[in-house]
C-alpha cells in the first residue's frame, strides 16, 4: 500500500534552517510528484510548494520564495523540504502528499502523517 | 494575487444533508481547476474526499459527492454523521504546478 512517511519533530532557533524527510513505498516513486503543505496553529492548510519527481522541476509558492528548496532522491524514494530562515511564524505542521498532474486531474491523494517543526528562541 | 473562498462554518443535523462551496474571489470555478475536497481531523493527516470535481477518492463512502454548481465547486454530504464533524479544503489547480487552497470550512454536526 502507499505509504509516505515523514521525519521526526524539529526544534529550531530563529534564523535557522530545517529539513524535513518524507520516504515513500508503494508505489513507482517517479510516476508521481510531491507537494509539500503545512499548518500553523489555528490557521488553514497552506499550499508549500510541489517537485515534479521525473524531472526535477519544482514550483513554490510566492511568499516562498527563496527560502524553501525540496528536493528528491530517487534511489531511497525520499523527498525532501529545507525551509531557511526560519520565523516563528514558520512553527506549524508540515506535510508531504503524493501529487498527481496530468490531463485529468491536479491534485493530492496520499498524505504522510506530518512533521510538527517549531521555531522558538 | 487568487483568494480561493469558502464558508467559515456550517452546521447540519445527523442525518441531514449540507453543501459546501468553493469560490474564487475573481471568476468562476470550473473543472479546468480539477477541484479537489479534504478533510482535516485534528491531530491526523488530511484524508483525501474528491478529486477532479467529482471523483470520490479510494474508500470515500458516496454520501460524500464534488460537483459544480453555478459558479463554484460544491461538497455535499447526504445522510451527516457525527464522524463528520472536521474541517474541510478545498484546493484549485491554477495550472503550471500551482495550487492555492481555500480557507476551509469548519462543519459542526449537532
Known amino acids: 500500500q502507499v505509504q509516505l512517511v515523514q521525519s521526526g519533530a524539529e526544534v529550531k532557533k530563529p534564523g535557522a534552517s530545517v529539513k524535513v524527510s518524507c520516504k515513500a513505498s508503494?508505489?513507482?516513486?517517479?510516476?508521481?510528484?510531491i507537494s509539500w503543505v503545512r499548518q500553523a496553529p489555528g490557521q488553514g492548510l497552506e499550499w508549500m510548494g510541489w517537485?515534479?519527481?521525473?524531472?526535477?522541476?519544482?514550483n513554490y509558492a510566492q511568499k516562498l520564495q527563496g527560502r524553501v528548496t525540496m528536493t528528491t532522491d530517487t534511489s531511497t524514494s525520499t523527498a525532501y523540504m529545507e525551509l531557511r530562515s526560519l520565523r516563528s511564524d514558520d512553527t506549524a505542521v508540515y506535510f508531504c502528499?503524493?501529487?498527481?498532474?496530468?490531463?485529468?486531474?491536479?491534485?493530492?491523494?496520499?498524505w504522510g502523517q506530518g512533521t510538527l517543526v517549531t521555531v522558538s528562541s | 494575487q487568487t483568494v480561493v473562498t469558502q464558508e467559515p462554518s456550517f452546521s447540519v443535523s445527523p442525518g441531514g444533508t449540507v453543501t459546501l462551496t468553493c469560490g474564487l474571489s475573481s471568476g468562476s470555478v470550473s473543472t479546468t481547476y480539477y477541484p479537489s475536497w479534504y478533510q482535516l481531523t485534528p491531530g491526523q493527516a488530511p484524508r483525501t474526499l474528491i478529486y477532479s470535481t467529482n471523483t470520490r477518492s479510494s474508500g470515500v463512502p458516496d454520501r460524500f459527492s464534488g460537483s459544480i454548481l453555478g459558479n463554484k465547486a460544491a461538497l455535499t454530504i447526504t445522510g451527516a454523521q457525527a464522524d463528520d464533524e472536521s474541517d474541510y479544503y478545498c484546493v484549485l489547480y491554477m495550472g503550471s504546478g500551482n495550487w492555492v487552497f481555500g480557507g476551509g470550512t469548519k462543519l459542526t454536526v449537532l
Open positions: 517537485i515534479s519527481v521525473f524531472n526535477d522541476n519544482t
Open positions: 502528499a503524493r501529487t498527481t498532474v496530468n490531463d485529468l486531474r491536479g491534485d493530492f491523494d496520499y
Open positions: 508503494g508505489y513507482t516513486f517517479i510516476s508521481y510528484g
